[in-house]
């Protein structure tokens, strides 16, 4: 687990992207669940932009980049997360869309973790062969992201110093 300066939530201390995943199924309410606490999120006029793709392993490993796909065939359940570029009120670009994914995935992935399921985004995806595969007419694929429950000890990934992150002009 992570250590905080700040006293954050465990939530955020315990998370990581693991790439070994016990051989334990997740059942459809959990798997729901995530994609509504994902849906949940704030969106640019509320467009909820955001489309989850549920296939069979042998699908969504199918449109995983090779790398991805040697580790993730061991994960429990594989989501791909789309969005409309257009908002619907207007037809006009939407240009947050894919930033409200972003939320949407943070959510799920909190809930997910709140479940002890465990999740690894992954931007490495045939996105070409995901539309053809999934008729994803009019929606732009982001990421895939593997579910399951952990299987690993893991060494946490280094964050950078808030001092690196954080552009304060408030004493200037
Ligand atoms: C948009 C996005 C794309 C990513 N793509 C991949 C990927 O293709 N393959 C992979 O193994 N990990 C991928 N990751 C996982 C990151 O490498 C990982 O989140 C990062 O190294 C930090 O590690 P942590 O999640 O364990 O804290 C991706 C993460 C994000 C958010």
């Known amino acids: 687990m992570r250590t905080s300066q700040f006293t954050i939530d465990e939530q955020f201390?315990?998370?990581?992207?693991?790439?070994?995943?016990?051989?334990?199924?997740i059942e459809d309410y959990d798997l729901k669940a995530l994609i509504e606490a994902a849906s949940s999120a704030p969106s640019c006029f509320n467009e909820q932009p955001w489309v989850f793709v549920l296939g069979t392993k042998e699908e969504m490993l199918s449109v995983l980049s090779e790398a991805n796909a040697s580790w993730a065939k061991n994960a429990a359940e594989i989501i791909l997360i789309c969005s409309r570029p257009q908002f619907s009120r207007n037809q006009k670009p939407n240009r947050w869309h894919a930033y409200d994914?972003?939320?949407?995935?943070?959510?799920?992935?909190?809930?997910?973790?709140?479940?002890?399921?465990?999740?690894?985004?992954?931007?490495?995806?045939?996105?070409?062969?995901?539309?053809?595969?999934?008729?994803?007419?009019?929606?732009?694929?982001?990421?895939?992201?593997?579910?399951?429950?952990?299987?690993?000890?893991?060494?946490?990934t280094p964050r950078k110093a808030l001092d690196d992150i954080i552009i304060d002009r408030r004493s200037v």
Request: aromatic share 10%; with cysteine; net charge positive.
């Open 13 to 25: 201390l315990k998370r990581f992207s693991p790439k070994k995943f016990k051989q334990k199924a």
């Open 101 to 156: 994914c972003g939320t949407a995935m943070g959510y799920l992935i909190l809930e997910a973790l709140r479940r002890d399921i465990y999740a690894h985004p992954m931007g490495g995806f045939k996105a070409e062969k995901a539309v053809e595969l999934f008729e994803l007419k009019e929606l732009q694929p982001h990421a895939a992201v593997a579910l399951g429950y952990r299987d690993e000890a893991h060494t946490m």
